[in-house]
C-alpha cells in the first residue's frame, strides 16, 4: 500500500533500492555471448526455454501480418491510425536541417543523413505494447532508416501479438522477428543466420533487456529502467485525478513507481483513500500494490521545494497539476516529458498526444532526451576553401599550431603558398 512521508529523503532512498534490483550477476552477459557465438542455435535454445514455443524461421511473413488484420477490431486499427498521424505530425517539426555558409573564402556547412539500419524491442508478457510500436518505428522512418527492425517475445502459439503486427505494417517496419528477452538484443547487435545486425537498438524491456542493452557495444537511445511519474499537486487539486494518475503509472510494472509531491496533508490524504477505493475494483491488483509500495506521497513544505526535489530527481514523466502550471514550466529542468494542468494524464503521452514515451528513467533525464528523430539521424560537417580563403586564415593557423608544437600542420598550409615568389 501506498503510504505519507514527511521525510523528502525517502524518496531518493527509494530510488536507490530499485536500481539495485538492476544489477546483473553475469548471467546477461552470458546469453549475449552464446548468441553471438552459435547464433540462430542459442536463440532457438532461449526461446524454448523462456517462452515454451520451439520457433524454426524467426522472421514474420505477409501472412502472418494480413491475418493479424482479421483478427484486430477495426476500431483498434483506427485508434492506431490516429496515433500514428499525430506521433508523425509532432516528430516531423523536429527534423533539422543541413546548412552551408560562405565565409571569407570559406564554405563551410553540415549535412544530415540517416543510420542505416534500426532494431526496435517490444516488450510482451504482461502485455502487448503496440504504442511503442508507433513511438519506436516512425521516427526513423520519417527520418529515412532504410531498414526498421522489431524483435518481440512470442506466445505459446509460436505467433506474435496480432496489434503489435498491425501496428509494425502502420509504422512502416521492414522486419519484424519472433523473440525476445536479453537474447534478441544479442541478435540486434551481433546479427545471426536469420537476423542482420543494426546500427541502433531503442525500446523498452524488462531487466534483462535493459541490462543486455547496457553491455552491447551497439549504441542505443539511453540506459533505461522502470517507469515512473512524479506528481507535483497543491490544495486544490483534483485528488481522484491524482490517485488514477499514479495508478496508471503503477498498472506497467511491479518494479514502477509513483511519486506525489504536495505542500497539503489534507490532499495527500484524500489521494491516499482514492487509491485506497480504486484497488478495490481495479484489475492487476497484485501489480499495482507491489508497485505502490516502491512510491509513495511526500508531504512538502512549497511548490519550489518540489521543483528542486523534482530537478533533483529527474523523473521519466511529470505531472504539474497546479492552477497556473505554465507559472513553473521553465524552472523544470531534469524530465523525460512533462505533463500540465488537470487534463494532461501521462496516458495522453503514452498514445496519442505525439510526444514520446520511450524516455529516460532512473535520473537519466538529467543528461538525455527523449526519444527522437535525432536518435536516427547522423551529422557531418564539411568546409571547401579557396586559395584566398586560406591566405586570410593562414597566420592565425600558423600561430596556433606552433602554441601546440604541432608544426607539420602550420607547414601544412605554408607549403601551398611555396609557388609564390613573394609569400
Excluded: W
Aim: proline share 5%; charged share 25%.
Amino acid at each position: 500500500m501506498i503510504e505519507i512521508y514527511e521525510d523528502s529523503k525517502v524518496l531518493f532512498e527509494k530510488n536507490e533500492q530499485r536500481k539495485v534490483l538492476l544489477e546483473d550477476d553475469g548471467y546477461v552477459k552470458s546469453i549475449l555471448l552464446d548468441v553471438e557465438k552459435r547464433g540462430d542455435e542459442a536463440l532457438r535454445e532461449y526461446t524454448l526455454n523462456f517462452d515454451g514455443v520451439n520457433i524454426n524461421n524467426f522472421l514474420v511473413n505477409q501472412e502472418e501480418i494480413v491475418e493479424a488484420y482479421e483478427n484486430v477490431d477495426t476500431e483498434l486499427i483506427e485508434a492506431l491510425e490516429i496515433s500514428a498521424e499525430n506521433i508523425e505530425d509532432f516528430h516531423r517539426r523536429e527534423i533539422p536541417q543541413s546548412f552551408l555558409f560562405e565565409k571569407k573564402g570559406i564554405t563551410a556547412g553540415q549535412m544530415i543523413t540517416p543510420l542505416d539500419s534500426t532494431g526496435i524491442y517490444v516488450p510482451g508478457g504482461r502485455a502487448a505494447y503496440p504504442s511503442t510500436v508507433l513511438m519506436a518505428a516512425i521516427p526513423p522512418k520519417i527520418c529515412g532508416v532504410p531498414r526498421i527492425v522489431v524483435v518481440t517475445p512470442p506466445n505459446k502459439n509460436g505467433k506474435c501479438n496480432d496489434v503489435v503486427l498491425v501496428a509494425s505494417d502502420i509504422a512502416g517496419v521492414d522486419e519484424v522477428y519472433k523473440v525476445g528477452g536479453a537474447q534478441a538484443i544479442a541478435a540486434l547487435a551481433y546479427g545471426t543466420e536469420s537476423i542482420k545486425k543494426v546500427s541502433k537498438i531503442v525500446g523498452p524491456g524488462n531487466k534483462y533487456v535493459a541490462m543486455a542493452k547496457k553491455l552491447v557495444e551497439t549504441p542505443t537511445e539511453f540506459p533505461a529502467g522502470p517507469s515512473e511519474v512524479m506528481i507535483i499537486a497543491e490544495e486544490s487539486s483534483n485528488p481522484r485525478f491524482i490517485a488514477l494518475d499514479m495508478l496508471a503509472q503503477s498498472e506497467h510494472d511491479p518494479l514502477a513507481s509513483s511519486y506525489l509531491l504536495t505542500n497539503s496533508r489534507k490532499l495527500a490524504e484524500k489521494v491516499k483513500g482514492e487509491i485506497e477505493k480504486e484497488l478495490m475494483v481495479l484489475p492487476r491488483k497484485n501489480i499495482l500494490e507491489e508497485s505502490l509500495k516502491r512510491g509513495g506521497i511526500f508531504i512538502i513544505s512549497s511548490i519550489d521545494e518540489a521543483i528542486d526535489l523534482s530537478n533533483e530527481f529527474a523523473p521519466e514523466h511529470l505531472e504539474i497539476m497546479i492552477n497556473e502550471p505554465f507559472s513553473i514550466l521553465t524552472k523544470i529542468k531534469n524530465a523525460g516529458s512533462v505533463f500540465l494542468g488537470d487534463y494532461s494524464p501521462e496516458a495522453m503521452g503514452d498514445y496519442v498526444s505525439g510526444t514520446n514515451h520511450v524516455l529516460p528513467t532512473s535520473g537519466y533525464a538529467r543528461y538525455y532526451s527523449s526519444l527522437s528523430v535525432d536518435d536516427f539521424l547522423k551529422k557531418y560537417t564539411f568546409q571547401y576553401i579557396t586559395k584566398d580563403g586560406l591566405k586570410t586564415y593562414r597566420n592565425t593557423v600558423s600561430i596556433l599550431a606552433r602554441s601546440e608544437g604541432l608544426f607539420a600542420h602550420e607547414k601544412a598550409v605554408n607549403v601551398r603558398f611555396e609557388d609564390e615568389k613573394q609569400i
